[in-house]
Each structure stands twice: as C-alpha cells, then as structure tokens.
C-alpha cells in the first residue's frame, strides 16, 4: 500500500490519499488538489513533489497509527 500525507508538502494539511498503486496515489491528490483548492493546472513540479513523499505503509519502515 502506498500512502501520501498532504502536511509533507503543505504545513498544517492533514489531507491523506492511500492506493496499491503509486499512480493512484498521485491521481487522488491531484483531484483533490483541483476539487479542495481550486487548482485549475497542477505542475509536473508538483507531482515530482507529491510523488517524492509517497511513503510505502507495507514495508518494514512503515509506521503505525
């Protein structure tokens, strides 16, 4: 499982987007991105951004809540 935390990238943002697929991770906050904050035109600067803080939550560093 693949899991993006939007406070990585946006101080004080507890927005959250988990899929199997990195792919579906980064599609989720660049819908939410648009739907939530009006974003019109999301950068491929941005989705580099996004994609760099996808964590994996299956692997032996993943953290517990």
């Known amino acids: 499982m693949k899991r993006f935390d939007s406070g990585s990238l946006i101080p004080g943002s507890t927005w959250h987007a988990e899929a199997e697929s990195e792919a579906e991770v980064v599609r989720r906050a660049v819908e939410n991105l648009k739907t939530l ?7 491929p600067e941005m989705i580099e951004r996004i994609k760099e803080r996808i964590v994996d939550t299956d692997g032996p560093k993943a953290t517990k809540h």
């Open 37 to 43: 904050h009006g974003e019109t035109d999301v950068r």
